[in-house]
T-cell receptor, first 112, second 109 residues
Framework: DSGVTQTPKHLITATGQRVTLRCSPRSGDLSVYWYQQSLDQGLQFLIQYYNGEERAKGNILERFSAQQFPDLHSELNLSSLELGDSALYFC?????WGTGYTFGSGTRLTVV | GQQVMQIPQYQHVQEGEDFTTYCNSSTTLSNIQWYKQRPGGHPVFLIQLVKSGEVKKQKRLTFQFGEAKKNSSLHITATQTTDVGTYFCAGGSNYKLTFGKGTLLTVNP
């Protein structure tokens, strides 16, 4: 157990649908990051939150959105899903300086 | 935007052989981090290098950060079957880490 909790572990849904992925960071970490991992693209940075505020944005599609709540958990919302959105989605957390991310076990999303 | 290239993409070795993976960034980095992801697992943080020319060791693993802070390497001496996995470098700047695509290491016992 890394200390970062992601739910659900697996998700199968149809094209056009919307899903929400949830992440609870390691105790004491204020930064949360979302990454998408696919076989051909590696680990792609999506977005970062620090203490409830968006801090950095990567290649996140407009169909995707995220937020971090006052209790520091974060949610990644994926809408109008396409087959190409099938991937492993990781949440990670860190301290203020980003020294060593702690990753969750990921959510495997399959869009059919 | 920032790009981090990693080579080789795959490496297969016999147990006991050495292994090296290389990482190059298109821009100067504030730090470089290395992660290991076992098959079916999640990335696990190994180490962070911050200073130009820095060298750090963890048992059989040696990590180097280039003088220009644009490249790095990870060297494993005398690989073991437990070293199997994908090794990622990640370049840090502007509050985000950009990951290389990783080197998948397989070890033949």
């Amino acid at each position: 157990d890394s200390g970062v909790t992601q739910t659900p572990k697996h998700l199968i849904t149809a094209t056009g649908q919307r899903v929400t992925l949830r992440c609870s960071p390691r105790s004491g970490d204020l930064s949360v990051y979302w990454y998408q991992q696919s076989l051909d693209q590696g680990l792609q940075f999506l977005i970062q939150y620090y203490n409830g505020e968006e801090r950095a944005k990567g290649n996140i599609l407009e169909r995707f959105s995220a937020q971090q709540f006052p209790d520091l958990h974060s949610e990644l919302n994926l809408s109008s899903l396409e087959l190409g959105d099938s991937a492993l989605y990781f949440c990670a957390s860190s301290d203020l300086w980003g020294t060593g991310y702690t990753f969750g076990s990921g959510t495997r999303l399959t869009v059919v | 935007g920032q790009q981090v290239m990693q080579i080789p993409q795959y490496q297969h070795v016999q147990e006991g052989e050495d292994f090296t993976t290389y990482c190059n960034s298109s821009t100067t980095l504030s730090n470089i981090q290395w992660y290991k992801q076992r098959p079916g697992g999640h990335p696990v943080f190994l180490i962070q290098l911050v200073k130009s020319g820095e060298v750090k060791k963890q048992k059989r693993l040696t990590f180097q950060f280039g003088e220009a802070k644009k490249n790095s390497s990870l060297h494993i001496t005398a690989t073991q079957t437990t070293d199997v996995g994908t090794y990622f470098c990640a370049g840090g700047s502007n509050y985000k880490l950009t990951f290389g695509k990783g080197t998948l290491l397989t070890v033949n016992p």
